[in-house]
DNA sequence: CAAAACTACGTAGTTAAATACATAAATAAA
DNA sequence: TTTATTTATGTATTTAACTACGTAGTTTTG
């Protein structure tokens, strides 16, 4: 074993983030293999698309977890892909209204099957002794609660007392 | 909550992800609140030349699970710190040697109790009903017996017989 | 109801990793 | 011992996220 796995939890968070890429990676080459040109990177939105039908930019960024930015800039590939199309909202003018296209309609019913097959591999992959999962829910949950940083504060304060 | 989190395991790369950017963040804002001038990033590099003393480049790379060029530009920031320096290998011309200076080891010696903070800041997130970073061992286990990419191509083939 | 504050969206620039490509030294093979 | 292959390093470019900032509507407040 390396000397970074061997320092266990605190680099934590590099081999978070190296486990993600290659997760995201192999995904791509999945979606290739049933000859679907998708994007890993797209799947939030997409799939958030799907449930909730007509969302604004920034409502799309609240429910995948990114900045408005980073949304947007998905959503411009998303868009030059024919895959989602926007109009302003009457309502309010500054919105704009983000829905699936029929093609993106007709993309996710065709991914449907190899999301199947993902959420097969990955439960096989992720469902251990420990499940990984449930292990992200369960740290997100604690962070929620108190972030690492007032952690390391709040224990930094007392080992000064 | 949201539905990429409801999604389940199919953003679990996301997830990963997001989390991984959490603590990196606010691992960085620890160091600050020491006064200490250190990059979370600049972790998996000194921490390898901390137990390992002299290594080459592709060396360092390989110990922290980085490519080369990424290693490269960490590198470049440290020595800009003077917290390493190089020297040419005297019998491989190729190779570049890469020690801690006694800047370096100082600093490792300051950061030390912080470590220590962090790691009991982390392990109060991380240990759970499941425990992350076991988690994290178990699919890193799994993915290097057969990775997602033979998986599902394997549950694929079977799902045509 | 005019001014102030807030919200939605967009652009520009930054960052931290990767890939692709190039070169030079070392090693292996013909 | 040339030639071919491999290895070590470096540079340029790309990618996918971010922060900072600006503008234009909307809402709240004095």
């Known amino acids: 074993m390396n000397i970074i796995d061997e320092s266990g939890i605190l680099a934590i968070s590099t081999r978070l983030q190296r486990l993600s890429e290659q997760l995201r990676k192999d995904g791509a080459l999945v979606y290739k293999s049933y000859g679907i040109d998708f994007e890993p990177k797209w799947f939030p939105v997409i799939y958030t698309l799907y449930h909730k039908d007509t ?8 429910e ?5 930015p980073s949304t947007i ?5 998303l868009e030059k892909q024919k895959l989602i199309r926007s109009k302003k909202d009457k309502i309010d003018e500054r919105k704009r209204l983000i829905q ?3 093609k993106g309609q007709e993309m996710i019913e065709e991914m449907k099957p190899v999301w199947e097959v993902m959420k097969n591999a990955l439960t096989e992959i992720t469902n251990n002794q420990n499940n990984l ?3 992200i ?8 609660h108190q972030s690492f940083l007032q952690r390391a504060l709040q224990l930094k ?5």
């Open 73 to 77: 800039s998905l959503l411009k590939e």
């Open 133 to 135: 999962l449930k292990a």
């Open 64 to 68: 995948i977890g990114y900045t408005h």
């Open 157 to 161: 304060s007392e080992g000064e007392e």
């Open 55 to 62: 969302l604004s930019v920034v409502e799309i960024a609240n």
């Open 137 to 144: 829910e369960e740290a997100e949950n604690k962070i929620l």
């Open 100 to 102: 699936l296209t029929p």
